[in-house]
């Protein structure tokens, strides 16, 4: 997935990079949209001399953003399923198995917090070209 941000900022290695904020106008989503707030760290592995306000075309293979997706939402909420049956191991109580069921899903989110903390480099976007 290809897609066009400005950069924000350069310290040394790290580079921050915010989305193009002019293709969200017609975007039907843009109300829900979070991301056109966000800034993120890009790598620039062939060390494409950018500066602040440059704006450059990332690139994050398809395989990797579904594996993202998956990992920050899809795998939390299978985690509710091993939590509801461990509280209806331990209790016939709903409000138990309730707390278990997203406790499970807690255990989700921290694994895969960790997961993409020890991968950061293998997951991050990755500039490829410099927009003139």
Do not use: H, W
């Not at 829900?32 to 990332?58: H, M, R, W, Y």
């Not at 109580?93 to 293998?122: C, D, E």
């Amino acid at each position: 997935m290809k897609q066009t941000v400005t950069i924000e900022e350069k310290k040394g290695e790290r580079i921050i990079a915010g989305c193009d904020k002019s293709l969200c106008d017609g975007c039907k989503a843009s109300f829900f949209c979070t991301s056109k707030k966000a800034s993120f760290d890009v790598l620039n592995p062939d060390e494409i001399p950018l500066e602040k306000g440059d704006q450059a075309i990332i690139d994050m293979p398809p395989r990797k953003t579904l594996f993202t997706i998956f990992m920050s939402l899809g795998f939390p909420l299978i985690m509710f399923i091993p939590g509801y049956l461990i509280g209806k191991a331990i209790s016939e109580s709903q409000g138990v198995q309730l707390l278990t069921s997203l406790a499970g899903v807690a255990v989700g989110f921290i694994i895969s917090a960790v997961f993409f903390r020890l991968n950061k480099k293998k997951y991050t976007p990755v500039i490829v070209e410099k927009k003139e």
